[in-house]
Nanobody
Framework: QVQLVESGGGSVQAGGSLTLSCAGS??????MGWSRQAPGTQRELVAA???????NYGDSVKGRFTISRDNAKNTVFLQMNSLKAEDTAVYYC????????????WGQGTQVTVSS
């Protein structure tokens, strides 16, 4: 059974920081990442990281957010600094199956609220 357990969401004032964590189990994991969705908008990529550590960021978070992972623990982290009100959203972690068909699994989501 595949499980992705997210933690670390919450409320913070603008300019503050939060760290999200997501621990995966039940599959051999390749790429991992974070996406977010605010009310009335489409889900958008926040950051992604390959098993080898190569990263990719959405334009709106570059320079403020850092993604990292611990392969031994199947865990991905998202360090969020200089948070803005527009970062308010539900954040979802994803883990991709290491081998074909590279199925993507999603966590249940964690709320991040940034007050200005």
């Amino acid at each position: 059974q595949v499980q992705l357990v997210e933690s670390g969401g919450g409320s913070v004032q603008a300019g503050g920081s939060l760290t999200l964590s997501c621990a995966g189990s039940g599959i051999s994991i390749g790429g991992m990442g974070w996406s977010r969705q605010a009310p009335g908008t489409q889900r958008e990529l926040v950051a992604a990281i390959t098993r080898g550590g190569r990263t990719n960021y959405g334009d709106s978070v570059k320079g403020r957010f850092t993604i990292s992972r611990d392969n031994a623990k199947n865990t991905v982290f998202l360090q969020m600094n200089s948070l803005k009100a527009e970062d308010t959203a539900v954040y979802y972690c994803n883990a991709d199956l290491l081998l074909y068909p590279y199925t993507r699994y999603w966590g249940q989501g964690t709320q991040v609220t940034v007050s200005s």
